[in-house]
Nanobody, 115 residues
Framework: QVQLVESGGDLVQSGGSLRLSCAAS????????MGWYRQAPGKQRELVAG???????HYADSVKGRFTISRDNAKNTVYLQMNSLKPEDTAVYYC?????????WGQGTQVTVSS
């Protein structure tokens, strides 16, 4: 079993920054992919940033140049650095890890950006 604990969500003004963290624990072997998704009210969950095999990154067009995904292998933690935040970034952010084809989700952390 794998557990994911997210933290770092907050209320921030437009233009501000936040760093989200997702700590993984449990039976963690050969993590294939790690990513951050978000879901705004009334919208579908969308991929924000992904990290494949610890090397290849992918970003949604809406966050390119503003968000950075990174990983600390020693801590089994994935981060999402979010800069130049906009009101449209407001959403619940979810951490996702894929291990051996099985997908695990965190509980979500709320990010609210005020204008």
């Amino acid at each position: 079993q794998v557990q994911l604990v997210e933290s770092g969500g907050d209320l921030v003004q437009s233009g501000g920054s936040l760093r989200l963290s997702c700590a993984a624990s449990g039976s963690i072997f050969s993590i294939y992919a790690m990513g951050w998704y978000r879901q705004a009210p009334g919208k579908q969950r969308e991929l924000v940033a992904g990290l494949i095999s610890g090397i290849s990154t992918h970003y949604a067009d809406s966050v390119k140049g503003r968000f950075t995904i990174s990983r600390d292998n020693a801590k089994n933690t994935v981060y999402l650095q979010m800069n130049s935040l906009k009101p449209e970034d407001t959403a619940v952010y979810y951490c996702n890890i894929n291990i051996g084809g099985v997908s695990y989700w965190g509980q979500g952390t709320q990010v609210t950006v005020s204008s």
